[in-house]
């Protein structure tokens, strides 16, 4: 499953499906980069970061590429199970600083995993 | 067990009421933040602070006030100017000048102002 742009707010794939959630990004100066993943009630988790040096970055079954004459982000997940449905969200550092607190907040998907 | 506390984590206040959301944090880390995220939104800077006895507003900081007394606390006031105080309030810690370190999240507080 795949979804587009920010204004695609949920995403529903098949248990063991890969998923696919993207993100644009605003600001050409950003260079670092966030995905976290938030569950319903609790604070965002981090899920895995790339800087803008770099073009592809990969943790534990997920996978972020950047591609930055696009402003565009996406964040792969493989084999998606079940305790993968959350809210997933993008963020952008906003001055190039070196400080990861400044974030600007993508709008969010659902992402929703189907037994 | 390093993290960040938030307490209580749900708040209900009368209009015109000023309430203090609690933040502390024990993993040494020189900055911190407060975020807030309305229902199916993103999330919003409302304060930050980077060192003790210092602090900047973010991006929606009108209604709000913070202090930093002490490295591990945080608090968040939302005053009676606040226009529409209830949402979901994150507060969040981080390193600084580095970008090994990503910002970490507590588990929130919900106000709800009637």
């Known amino acids: 499953g795949e979804s587009v742009g920010l204004h695609l707010p949920t995403l529903s794939v098949q248990e063991g499906d890969n998923s696919i959630i993207n993100c644009a990004y605003s600001?050409?100066?950003?260079?670092?980069f966030i995905w976290y993943k938030q569950e319903s009630g609790k604070g965002p988790q981090f899920i895995i970061d790339i800087r803008s040096n770099m073009d592809k970055r990969q943790g534990q079954r997920v996978t972020v590429l950047l591609n930055k004459t696009v402003k565009h982000l996406s964040l792969q997940i493989a084999a998606t199970q079940p305790g993968d449905s959350a809210v997933y969200f993008c963020?952008?550092?906003?001055?190039?600083?070196?400080?990861?607190?400044?974030?600007?907040f993508g709008q969010g998907t659902t992402l929703q995993v189907k037994p | 067990d390093g993290g960040i506390t938030q307490s209580p984590k749900y708040l209900f206040r009368k209009e015109g009421q000023n309430v203090t959301l609690s933040c502390e944090q024990n993993?040494?880390?020189?900055?911190m933040y407060w975020y807030r995220q309305d229902p199916g939104q993103g999330l919003r800077l409302i304060y930050y602070s980077q060192i003790v006895n210092d602090f900047q507003k973010g991006d929606i900081a009108e209604g709000y006030s913070v202090s930093r007394e002490k490295k591990e606390s945080f608090p968040l006031t939302v005053t009676s100017a606040q226009k529409n105080p209830t949402a979901f309030y994150l507060c969040?810690?981080?390193?600084?000048?580095?970008?090994?370190?990503?910002?970490?999240f507590g588990n929130g507080t919900r106000l709800t102002v009637t």
């Open positions: 969040a810690s981080s390193p600084l000048g580095t970008y090994n370190s990503p910002l970490h």
């Open positions: 963020a952008e550092n906003r001055e190039g600083s070196g400080n990861t607190g400044k974030l600007i």
């Open positions: 600001n050409s100066a950003s260079d670092y």
């Open positions: 993993l040494n880390h020189d900055a």
